[in-house]
């Protein structure tokens, strides 16, 4: 690539300040998770791997061909789940954004290896009728890709990795981050409605009771803590 095409320019400008925008979330921590974008029916930027996203820069994001994952462009090591945003634009081209995160509550339900459905109206319009659990295999890894690849509907953009974390799809990353959003929205309220019908049963403790009713309590998404 010889010269440097304006769409990709601003494509890793935006992807730069979407990264903050989840890192101030908490969706991206230090190193954590990774974001891509459709250039062309050929071409994806990604994020670069083991960057903190608060130092990172437009010109370290790579751009790759979605097919044989080749850089075309870059010079840091591009992210170890390229091949799960490549397959993702691969089999949905209605898809522009495939976003990771980590975030907290949302991968906690990844460890209950069951598919989660959603319940609010506006998650149900722009995730679908729920998220999909994808099978354990170890991250970075063409086990995982694989172990993805075959769960992909064109109905549903959010997906569970097992004991790991989110993938979403969406048509523009305002979109993506308001789906994850969305999705720690329904991880809070499901966990939250599941420990209070087991309370009693397990007898927990009552300081115990109070330490998690203040952890649900605390979540804003506002891209900053409740004081």
Do not use: W
Request: charged share 25%; net charge positive.
């Amino acid at each position: 690539m010889k010269q440097k095409n304006q769409t990709i320019i601003t494509i890793q400008k935006e992807m730069i300040t979407a990264c903050i925008r989840l890192a101030d979330l908490g969706f991206l921590a230090g190193i954590g998770g990774n974001l891509a974008v459709r250039v062309d029916d050929k071409l994806m930027v990604v994020t670069p791997s083991a960057s903190d996203y608060y130092t990172m820069k437009p010109e370290d994001l790579c751009v790759l061909k979605m097919d044989t994952l080749e850089m075309v462009e870059g010079t840091k090591q591009p992210t170890t789940e390229s091949g799960i945003h490549a397959n993702f634009f691969l089999k949905r081209p209605d898809l522009n954004v495939s976003l990771h995160t980590h975030q907290p509550l949302a991968s906690a339900i990844t460890l209950l290896g069951k598919d989660i459905f959603l319940v609010t109206k506006e998650a149900k319009e722009k995730i679908g009728s729920k998220l999909i659990m994808v099978s354990y295999a170890p991250s970075g890894t063409s086990f995982l890709v694989s172990a993805f690849r075959k769960k992909i509907t064109t109905e549903e953009n959010g997906y569970l990795l097992k004991n790991h974390g989110i993938v979403c799809g969406a048509k523009d990353l305002k979109s993506a981050i308001r789906s994850v959003i969305l999705i720690e929205e329904e991880a809070t309220a499901f966990l939250k409605q599941s420990i209070q019908k087991n309370i009693d049963r397990f007898q927990f403790p009552k300081p115990l009771v109070e330490q998690i009713e203040t952890v649900f309590t605390s979540q804003n998404f506002s891209g900053t803590k409740k004081k």
